[in-house]
């Protein structure tokens, strides 16, 4: 996806139960981010506060079966810290790196400014593509949770995106349009990795 110039640091979560827009860090460790394009990342921005993804779990641990098919299957809470300052737009893609980057949800249209998708909601305004289980005859917008074979162990990088501009997609593009459309405009992303079943 990214340019061999891409920059990658690891990224871990920090505990989702500190709210990020009322400025707290949470008690897990701060990671990372990718740079795109070759850059650093570094900024007097980033320098302070790393831009980094929040989930309720720690990068590499166990997705909670709330989360999957064999739960509510609704997505998890969603908040960031630390988006660059020429953010205009924020994007989050799941997908199943153990299968061939299965597309669990793309969501675009997301507010710098309000680092904060509640559980199971989407944000007004937000933009979601298909997803892998959509067909013809039955297309499917939006989160679909993890639903690996029995006993098989599968690994789902979540990777949130800063973006330099808007989106000018419809719900219900392709997944591969909307991709296309952040790859185009991400200046900054910052993933984490979530198992399921859990190890």
């Known amino acids: 996806m990214y340019s061999t110039s891409t920059t990658v640091a690891s990224t871990a979560a920090f505990s989702n139960a500190t709210n990020p827009a009322a400025g707290g860090l949470g008690a897990g460790d701060l990671g990372g981010s990718i740079a795109i394009g070759g850059t650093s990342g570094s900024s007097p921005d980033s320098a302070v506060l790393p831009f980094i993804l929040n989930l309720p779990f720690q990068d590499g641990g166990a997705i909670g079966a709330k989360f999957t098919c064999t ?3 609704v997505h998890p809470q969603v908040s960031w810290l630390g988006a660059p300052a020429a953010a205009v737009e924020m994007a989050l893609v799941v997908r199943d790196t153990d299968a061939n980057d299965f597309v669990h949800w793309i969501i675009a249209g997301l507010d710098p400014k309000n680092p904060l998708v509640p559980e199971g909601k989407v944000p ?3 933009v979601e593509s298909l997803n892998g289980f959509s067909t013809v005859a039955k297309p499917s ?6 639903c690996p074979p029995a006993g098989a162990a599968h690994h789902y990088e979540f990777t949130l995106y800063a973006l330099n501009q808007q989106i000018e997609l419809p ?5 591969a349009d909307l991709q296309a459309a952040i790859d185009a405009s991400a200046i900054q992303a910052t993933s984490l990795t979530g198992v399921y079943p859990g190890p």
């Open 124 to 126: 007004v305004g937000a």
């Open 171 to 175: 719900t219900g593009s392709s997944a």
């Open 71 to 73: 739960g509510l299957d």
């Open 141 to 146: 917008v939006g989160w679909k949770g993890p």
